[in-house]
């Protein structure tokens, strides 16, 4: 169960200087690439590989709220649209997003949103900013938001508070 | 010829295809000094090629099954039926029986046998096959076992193993099953043993589940056991449970369940020098297989026995460290909103671009906070700086801080600087950080220039030259203009301003998060007018129903140049076009280079464009911003109003409208920066794509998408 290694030695620029490859290698980092893409990265890991995981401490949260960071301030309810390839994203004016994460390139669908609730994700990070610019209630870093919150689902996203409730 | 038949001892790391996942894997364990396996041996795949390939029914029926979807639910029923009905009553090869009898005889034939099927995909690393775990325990006698071994061999044809593979495209023709024939054990206490904690991934944490009796109860999720964790050679665990069930084997065959005494139920299962013992063991096997192992054992006449040893596959991989030191990592993908992982080509980019002590994980990156954690200096910095912002990952740093083991920390060094503002009175400070509003043109028109300079620059580079030109171009530009104290300084005003706001106006006017309303369409933000662009691109399709007709069929890149051919197709073109000038380089991922962007594919957009010319009136995007900066500058009107009402009011009035002054001016010009980079790495990307493209006319690759595997 290998990893990477980025070593020093620049594989590209030496496969263009002599024309030769490792041919077995790329298929082998493409075998690792699609296992990778299987695995939920940790945001705190040893080097024992045990994960550290974070918990809110707050009290003051409805009995069934999904907790989270507030970091868009409002409150809105609209159908939930789970979304993990923004290609498939098919939107309705008034649907809330929720996706594991929104780097720039998901902005281009937040201007037919209604709400955003996110896995990753802190009060400075990119979706964040957004959302407060365009004025979108959004609570980030939602723990296992897109296995708690089912495509289609009527959801309430206080953007204030920090949670999430399915209604 | 093939052997039919091979035992444990005669099988060879190489013979996956021939004797399946587990068979090898108990012909490895079987090789390891002092680990004991009950004898066995396994009918191999060449046995039941052998048993299949003349049967004219079953290669029929096989055709049959080819021809069908995953949905065809009821003739799969139907066909996967008479395929196991076929195989189960067919006769068995000659030499094949001949071959398992002479195995049986030298193990003992009158023993008790446990049969199972062993498939040649299943128990792989990246690949598990669904319903194809028969087990039969307890079989008795040559008949019987002969039986059982059809009985495995029907059931790569149930129903949901043959679902399974069509979902997952693999050939029906082309998976053969291998059966393991296995000496029984009757254990007095049976369970699994992982190698590593499966709560917490800790691979120096080993945890042992144990329970009464044949371990079958405890995989089947019947019983409860008890749960032992092991760290070295200290047992730091220990949860006994109730175990009211066990499942043993009957004397005639097969296996019966029967309720433990009262009294018994919660007697710890194994002693504390019998799970150091069996911790010894796993540790050993995993040293063997070097990765972690998920093992089953048994313990009968107190002698440890193992009967399945499989690597843990979902494990997330460790970041590769020089020493054996104690570390902590951060995950980057969780700052940079981006958790997917990036190849090899787009790591190299990100890491010559970072300062950061950056390692590689799983194809992630990671900060190593290690040094940091070590002072006292360090950690209230480190503390500090995820305040409130990433409350999840604090949280974490604080149950390491709070071990104080685990991270061993350094003497206080006086002469190391406390934070700078300690001790100066916050107006000064805030005075001192506020930068003058003309900068954040300046810097974004100098990054501008500096990319358009780097386009003209790069098309002569070619070879080596390009190479050298590039982490050149690294160094000197983009490193300078994204770490410019000057450009950070204009973010961090902002983002200082908008935490003193919430904090005074919460304090002052109970006014919660009052920052964010402020921060509604302020100006720069290349990120938000990304957004708002794609609704003025509707708006130059939305009079054109020809255009939209055709968008909504548009299957590939070709569509752009199609697009003339209808009724405002040129203004269509025309700002789709100038659309992907400004942000196409841009994608979802970004952060990896090798990504796909939306230049290199622009029918990524076309639904978006869709939904927007759909969902909106024309003007939204103005109407959009207009409203949004309406609301902000209401709330600015009513906050002060409502301050001036306040002791001291006038002057609490002035300081919060510089503060929103600050942020207004600034906050925009947080999304900058990185469109800067992702501007670089685009124009970079274009320039290695054409390389690849004679490492292709070459023969050195197959395609051009190749060198994103490799590193720079």
Known sequence: ?167 | MRSLVLGFQEMEKTQLLLVGGKGLNLGELSNIDGIHVPEGFCVTTAGYRKAIEQNAAYQDLLDRLTMLKADDRDQIGEISRKIRQLISGAEIPADVVTAVTHYLSQLGAEHAYAVRSSATAEDLPHASFAGQQDTYLNIIGRDAILQHISKCWASLFTDRAVIYRMQNGFDHRHVYLAVVIQKMVFPQASGILFTTDPVTSNRKLLSIDASFGLGEALVSGLVSADCYKVRGEEIVEKRIAAKKIAVYGRKEGGTESREIEPHQQNVQTLSEQQILELSRIGRQIEAYFGCPQDIEWCLADDTFYMVQSRPITTLYPIPEASDQENRVYLSVGHQQMMTDPIKPLGLSFFLLTTPAPMRIAGGRLFVDITARLASPVGREALINTMGNSEPLMKDAIMTIIEREDFIQTVPVDHKEARPANKGMPPAALEAAAEPDPAIVLELINNTQASIEELKQNIVTKSGTELFDFIREDIQLQLKRILFDPRSSNVFMSAMEASAWINERMQEWLGEKNASDTLSQSVPHNITSEMGLALLDVADAIRPYPEVIAYLQHAKDDRFLDELVKFEGGQEAQAAIYSYLDKYGMRCNGEIDLTKTRWSERPITLVPMILSNVKNFEPNASRKKFEQGRQEALNKEQELLERLKQLPDGEQKAKDTKRMIDVIRNFIGYREYPKYGMVSRYFIYKQALLKEAEQLVAAGVIQEREDIYYLTF
Request: hydrophobic residues 40%; negative net charge.
């Open chain 1, 1 to 167: 169960m290998k990893t990477f290694i980025i070593s020093p030695f620049e594989e590209l620029h030496e496969t263009v200087r002599t024309n030769t490859v490792d041919y077995e290698m790329i298929g082998k980092r493409k075998d690792d690439y699609k296992w990778y893409d299987k695995l939920t990265p940790p945001r705190v890991i040893t080097s024992d590989g045990e994960i550290i995981t974070g918990k809110y401490k707050r009290e003051d949260l409805p009995a069934e709220a999904i907790v989270g960071l507030a970091v868009s301030s409002g409150v809105i309810e609209g159908r939930a649209r789970v979304i993990l390839n923004m290609e498939e994203a098919d939107l309705e004016e008034g649907d809330i997003l929720v996706t594991a994460f929104t780097d720039p390139g998901w902005t281009t669908l937040f201007v037919s949103l209604k709400g955003l609730v996110t896995e990753v994700g802190g009060l400075m990070t990119h979706g964040a900013v957004i959302a407060r610019e365009y004025g979108l209630p959004a609570v980030v870093g939602v723990e296992n938001a897109t296995r708690l919150i089912k495509d289609g689902q009527r959801i309430r996203v206080n953007g204030t508070e920090g949670y999430v409730e399915i209604l």
